[in-house]
């Protein structure tokens, strides 16, 4: 038998393949439900871009309340980096949509164009992998988290003992993992 090679869809899934089966088991209210949050993640990746893009072209957007507008005049106003990984190891590391540190104090913001409330322990887990990666301890600096999403800006300074935790969380599962890894 020859099999009909499909070589453009290499690498691509579609949205009511095999290996997502339980469609077969939705209402048709339940696949629009569905559709429309993949929709939705899509134009959530294409919106990142599309910030990470104009903060690396240095364009400014007009002076709105939109979200977007905020977070990328934001981001170029302090000058930070975007898509900025953050890396522990190879079992924990994250991008993190805009930081910056200068003058012992870190900024970290995130920009959400879902409909599901952005959480700060995720800016949180980005902190503590900064100081785990560079080295610095979170009592000896100051910390803002930013979480752009539905026209607004929520502003957060996490405690230090938070960010402690975290870190000290971070450390001791990478272990765990690296002793499961292993065969333990």
Known sequence: MNFNSHSDLAGKHAFLSPSKY??????????????????????????????????????????????????????????????????YSENCYGHADAISFKKDLLKIFDLKTGLIDGSFHQLEVYAALFCLEYGVKPGEIEIELRIYQHDEVLIETPSTETIAEIMSKIIIFDRRIELLKAGG
């Open 22 to 87: 339980h469609c077969i088991n939705y209402t048709p209210e339940h696949l629009d439900d569905v559709w429309r949050n993949s929709q939705a993640a899509r134009r959530g990746v294409e919106l990142h871009a599309f910030a990470h893009e104009a903060v690396r072209l240095g364009i400014k957007l007009p002076n709105t309340s939109k979200t977007l507008n905020k977070y990328v005049n934001d981001v170029l106003g302090f000058r930070m980096e975007t898509e900025q990984i953050l890396f």
